[in-house]
Structure formats: C-alpha cells, structure tokens
C-alpha cells in the first residue's frame, strides 16, 4: 500500500510542477484615472478574454441594503446609453463569444470570451458597463424581480437552501460575512433608486476595479483600445467602506434547529477559518484535503462508505477576511442524525490530537499542488486568478508563487492548525429537521 501511496504522489507531484514549470509572462501598469490593466498572451488560442473584477461584494453593504452587489450583477447586464436593453448577451453571443459574471462577499467579477478578432468589441462593452451602465426604473424593477425570484429558487425553495444563511447569522455576530451574497428580499424590494445609483457611483469606478486581458492580441493594439475606451472614464471619488471589524473569538458552541421541507434530517456545521493567502489558509486546504478531498479522504471512507450519510461535504470557504469552514452530513434513510453528527466530530476531532499519516500527508499535498496546478491550465482560471490576486494583495505576481506557498508544511503544523480552528466550543452546529 505505501508503494501505491508513493507512485501516486510522485505521479501526481510531477503532474502539478511540470503544468508551472515556466513562470507565466504577463505586462501591468495603471492608468491615470486608477484603472489597473493585467496583460496576457497566450497565442496558442484563438480566442480572448476580457474580465474585469470590482473590489465590491456582499460585505461592502449597508446593513439594511443587503444584497446590492448581487443585484448590480444582473443590472450590469441591462445595458447602457449605446446598447440597447437585453442586448448585452446577444451582442457577444452574435460575435461567436460567451459573458457571465459572478458575485462573492469580497468582488464582483465579469467576463467575455470571444475570438480574437472581437477584442475591441468586448473592451468597448466593459467599458459601457464601467462608464455609464443603464440603471433606470424599467431595469431596476425588472431585475429586482429576478433576484428575489432566484432566492426562492436557490435558497427558500430548496432543500436545506437557507444553511449557508442561517450558519452565517449564527457564525458572525459584527462581520459583514454573516450576511449572503442573496441579500434579505425586503432590503432589495425596499431599496430606492437612489440607493441603488449611489451604489453604482461608489463602487463601479475604475480605481476599484481591474482590467485582464488574456489570450491571443496584439499589446499594443490592445494598449491603444484600452487607452481609448477606458482613460477618460472619471476616478470614483465617494468613499468606499471597507470593513475592518474583528470577528469576536467564539467561545461557546452554537447549537439551533431549522425545521425545513425535507426527506432526509441533517447536520451543519461552521467551524472559524484563515483569512484568504495566510499561512493557516494553505494549511487549513491541505487539512480539508485530507477530511474531505477524494474517494479515500476520512469521512467519505468512514461515515459516507459505512452508510451513515447519503451525501457529506467539507469545505473552507474562500474568503478575504477570516472566514468559515463548512460541514455537511445528510443522514442515510433510517438513520439517527445525532449518529452521523458524532461520527463526523469524531473524524475531526482525530485531526486535532493526531498527526496524520505519512501516506495521507502526502497525498494531500500532491493533489493540492495539482489542483494549483490544473487551474492555470486554460485562460479563464489564469485571469481570474491574476485579478484576484491583484484586488486582494496588489500583487498579481503571487500567480507565480502559488504552489511555493504549500511549501515546508508538516504534518505537526497541520496538527497546529486543526488545533487552532477545529474546537467544538468554537462552533456551530445546526440540525435540518423535517417541517411537519
């Protein structure tokens, strides 16, 4: 078994390194009004995509305006004085291209992949969105519809929908992150125009924003479209909030009902977790890893292969501040909740007082280190990755580091940090039960 585990990891490891065995080549520089430009070429494509990320998400609301950020991602795609209603996806789609957007509680993120002879039409559109996008009453009305539509679908509809919600509120007592990215229905039913154009002047300005391009172009023709659509776009100068609360150490577990429309009853759990890009983050991946991270991680092999839970899942939630670790155990028909809870602690509860086996060790890290990567395999995860980089730490160079931060890991620092987040008095722990 051991010469399994070894083959394995050197298979793997060998994998990973080699897919960054060059550093990747890419121009930044700035333009007067603050707009950062990320420029990458990769002529082996014939395609390009333009993304541009706002370093504005759920956190950055008002308290009483919650889900703003989510609803600017649908009315970015109203349009704006030169295009026309509804015909922002029909404009890249009739170039032969894609656009999407997502939103998380740190940015908002939006991007067209499109041949590369279509360049300049998706610079021109980012920057419509950027200038002077359409929020009128037609489209606020429209979309604010959408919105709370999707939050019955995704969230109030669905089977144990609402526990991200309902472990956040539990979670934070002052952080931002205690609210979703969906927001409260009423806040955005209640929202006036106002409210939602002062948000759009705030936040949607070129000095928070960054402009990737990667793919096949030309630099400098691609520096001179950038300059003509983008530089006289006016630098935003309302100010920002940016919060810089510190979440309370927990101190006492958090024990709740929610009492839904489901089969099958199930535990949550939120446990504390590192800041994106900290030394405890990388450890923190490389302990989800080990839990829950392939077919023969911990609890898949000990709770999901015994039959206990129909369906388990851990994650550490990926955020700028401190944020959360997420656990998920939906009991198999016929099976007591509390006893897939209590395996499920078990299993973390080992992480905490042992060290992890050499085979494991190592597993985890060759499939971490592939998974770094595999993500810097195609266009669309290199620019997200050289915008995330710069909006969080100004430094989109990182993209190059990115497998050096797991370096040195040890098994007694994985023990160190499971220590430091994986307490029961620093959790909370939901039980989903059916709604009679």
């Given at each position: 078994?051991?010469r ?10 060998v ?17 007067p009004?603050g707009?950062?430009v ?25 308290p ?17 004085e030169?295009?026309?209603r509804?015909?922002y ?96 229905p ?23 924003a ?34 810089d ?12 009902t929610?009492?839904?429309k ?14 994106m ?27 999901d ?5 129909a ?10 501040d ?28 080992k ?35 050289l ?13 190059n ?24 008095d ?11």
């Amino acid at each position: 078994m051991r010469r399994i585990f070894l083959f394995l990891f050197l298979t793997v490891t060998v994998f990973a390194v080699n897919g960054q065995t060059e550093k990747l080549k890419f121009s930044e520089y700035d333009l007067p009004n603050g707009l950062h430009v990320i420029l990458y070429q990769d002529h082996t494509t014939p395609n390009v995509l333009v993304s541009v990320m706002y370093h504005v998400g759920a956190k950055n609301e008002n308290p009483e305006r919650t889900g703003f950020a989510h609803l600017f991602e649908h009315l970015m795609f109203e349009g704006s004085e030169n295009i026309g209603r509804g015909e922002y996806f029909a404009m890249v789609q009739a170039a032969g291209g894609a656009v999407n957007a997502n939103t998380t509680q740190d940015r908002t993120y939006y991007f067209e992949n499109v041949p590369s002879n279509e360049l300049q039409l998706a610079l021109w559109m980012e920057s419509e969105r950027m200038l002077h996008a359409k929020i009128d009453s037609v489209g606020v009305a429209t979309q604010k519809g959408v919105v709370i539509e999707e939050r019955k679908q995704t969230y109030d509809n669905r089977p144990y929908g609402t526990f991200m919600e309902e472990l956040g509120k539990r979670t934070f007592k002052v952080h931002p992150y205690k609210w979703q990215t969906i927001g409260n229905p009423e806040h955005i039913i209640n929202a006036t125009f106002d409210d939602i154009n002062n948000f759009y002047k705030t936040y949607y300005v070129p000095n928070n924003a960054v402009l990737v391009i990667a793919g096949d172009f030309d630099e400098d023709q691609a520096k001179g479209w950038v300059k003509k659509y983008f530089e006289d776009i006016p630098k935003g100068t309302l100010s920002m909030y940016r919060p810089d609360v510190v979440e309370p150490q927990q101190t006492e577990e958090v024990r709740d009902t929610v009492y839904d429309k489901i089969q099958l009853p199930a535990v949550f759990m939120a446990y504390h977790a590192p800041a994106m890009g900290s030394r405890d983050y990388y450890v923190m991946e490389v302990l989800s890893q080990i839990l829950y991270g392939g077919e023969s991680s911990r609890i898949k092999t000990n709770i999901d292969d015994k039959g206990l839970s129909a369906q388990s899942l851990l994650f550490c939630n990926t955020t700028e501040d401190p944020g959360v670790v997420y656990v998920v155990g939906i009991s198999n028909v016929g099976k007591d909740i509390k006893e897939v809870e209590e395996a499920i602690s078990n299993e973390i509860q080992k992480i905490t007082t042992e060290l992890v086996s050499p085979e494991e060790f190592q597993m985890a890290m060759a499939a971490k280190e592939f998974e770094t990567a595999a993500s810097l395999q195609s266009l669309a995860g290199i620019a997200q990755r050289l915008a995330d980089n710069y909006t969080y730490f100004k430094d989109a160079d990182r993209i190059n580091r990115e497998l050096s931060y797991y370096d040195g890991i040890t098994r007694e620092e994985l023990l160190s940090v499971a220590k430091k987040y994986f307490q029961p008095d620093s959790r909370v722990v939901l039980y989903y039960l059916l709604k009679e």
